[in-house]
């Protein structure tokens, strides 16, 4: 289509061209399965129930329940979950349930463990809220740690960058008005037929962040098509794959389908910045996505996707050889789905302490000072850590009063020896929640705040968080530190 418009123009391309079909394959955590298992004899109320482990939803009728992909199994953490039970069911494959309820009249059963396959199953239907992002912002990470998130594995320093969606192959990249994608609308999903019943969630079209609801038989469908993943220190999910046939009404749609990565633009994030509105680094092009490689502050630094794009343009050619065959039937829908709706943020009520309101003054010393004289700091402030500075005030180290103790034992002589050089620091508007995170995770008692010039603004220490918990001022219960 694009080189055809390209070549004859839209007026030629849509009397010449019937239908565009459009692809993306990509992990979509919003998505889930509901089951009927039929009553057992003595019959069951569920209550809590198991699927190879993984918790399921029960909150509906007595034997239904809902799978979501991102619940896992807490004896697999990381490795196995819902996405991977929707797979194994697919697949064919035996999943165990272990069910209790608390006994009622009608249902005295109080628990059952069973072995089943998706063919004992009255309804296995993939309902999924939120479904193929019409676009996604790309990740990169300015901190001096690895993190790990939903974008992947993202390296210090702005070391990699990655990114979702399959730009000009996404089906609402290519109907961005949604005149022929609707409530009803038939599409390719999981390797079966599924339809669009409604707006997904986060739905934000005005921005050009839709999103479609989405249902289909799971019965119908194939594992090759749905993939439980596994996204290291973050969790699981499902990868999903959706066709969508685009009908070319008119010269606007050909137009519109002829779009091409380098008219598609999407945010670059920083991930490293643990907050709801990350930075925006640069506006970059899917074109420069796909090429491996991006630029950032000068540097080129390599960029993955986390979607196929080879499995994306496979749906494309299923969906076209499915309409060809008079296998698949293109619908109309019944319903436009809505094209001013924005996505809002959560609302707060209780605010949450930032490292800026709980940090004190962090008490400092130059590289060349001598280790006696960081002691009687250390004795004189009544402080457990000096941040270690160069003449601008940016931080070069750090030093405990145990690494003190420790130097006078082993007979260290210069700071250099002892401090440590790889400091994990927080920045001023970072949440108390983010700073615990990493007192937790590196266990360590104490964080230099710093500002983006890596200059010391102040210190957040353990204690200063622990005596806040005690005195109960706006921090949420079951905080450890």
């Known amino acids: 289509m694009k080189e055809l418009v390209k070549t004859k123009g839209t007026k030629v391309a849509a009397k010449e061209v019937d239908v565009v079909t459009t692809g993306t394959f990509g992990a979509m955590c919003s998505s ?20 190879n482990g993984v918790e399921a939803y029960h909150g509906g009728a007595a034997v239904d329940c809902y799978i979501g992909a991102t619940k896992m199994d807490p004896n697999r953490p990381f490795e196995y979950g819902g996405g991977h039970v929707i797979e194994d069911l697919v697949s064919g494959k035996e999943v165990e349930i272990e069910a209790t309820g608390y006994g009622t009249d009608c249902y005295p059963r109080k628990y059952v463990k069973t072995e089943i396959t998706i063919h004992d199953l009255n309804q296995a239907i993939l309902c ?18 690895v993190i790990y998130t939903y974008m992947g594995k993202l390296l210090p320093n702005y070391g990699n960058a990655s990114y979702a969606g399959a730009g000009c192959l996404n089906p609402l990249m290519n109907d ?23 707006e997904g969630t986060q739905h934000d079209p005005k921005n050009g962040f839709g999103t479609l609801m989405v249902k289909g038989d799971l ?17 699981t999910t499902l990868y999903v794959g959706i066709g969508i046939p685009i009908p070319i009404l008119n010269e606007g749609l050909a137009k519109k389908t002829a779009v091409t990565d380098d008219e598609i633009e999407t945010n670059l994030l ?18 420069e996505l796909k090429s491996g490689k991006i630029e950032l502050n000068g540097k080129e ?5 986390l979607s196929s794009l080879k499995k994306a343009r496979e749906i494309t050619y299923i969906l076209k050889r499915w309409i060809e065959k008079g296998e698949f039937f293109l619908a109309t829908p019944v319903e436009r789905l809505p094209r001013d709706t924005i996505f809002k943020p959560m609302k707060v009520t209780r605010e949450i302490p930032l490292a800026k309101f709980i940090m004190e003054k ?18 004189e402030k009544e402080v457990n850590h000096i941040v270690i500075v160069d003449e601008e ?44 995170r990493k007192l937790e995770k590196y266990k360590i008692s104490a964080l230099p705040v710093i500002d983006m010039d890596g200059k010391v603004l102040g210190l957040v220490t353990s204690e200063k968080i622990s005596a806040l918990i005690g005195k109960g001022e706006k921090i949420e219960s079951g905080t450890k530190i």
């Open 32 to 51: 889930g399965a509901f089951l009927n298992f039929g009553h057992s004899d003595p019959p069951i109320k569920i209550e809590r129930i198991l699927i």
């Open 128 to 145: 999924n809220p939120r479904n193929c992002y019409q676009r996604y912002n790309a990740a990169t990470n300015s901190r001096n740690e």
């Open 176 to 198: 961005p008005d949604y005149e022929t994608i609707g409530i009803g609308t038939r599409i390719f999903l999981g390797g079966g037929i599924g339809y669009v019943i409604g």
């Open 219 to 235: 019965k119908q469908m194939s594992p090759e098509f749905l993939k439980g993943a596994s996204f290291t220190r973050y969790g």
């Open 270 to 287: 920083d991930y490293g910045i643990p907050k709801r509105d990350r930075p925006i680094l640069k506006k970059i092009k899917y074109s």
């Open 301 to 305: 630094i390599p960029v993955a996707p």
């Open 362 to 379: 962090a008490v400092t010393c130059k590289v060349n000072e001598s280790i006696k004289d960081v002691a009687k700091k250390i004795v």
């Open 393 to 436: 005030n940016k931080i070069v180290g750090l030093v405990t009063s145990f690494d003190i103790t420790k130097a006078v034992a082993e007979g260290a002589k210069t700071l250099p020896e002892i401090m440590v050089k790889q400091v994990i620091t927080a920045s001023p508007d970072e949440s108390i929640y983010s700073c615990v």
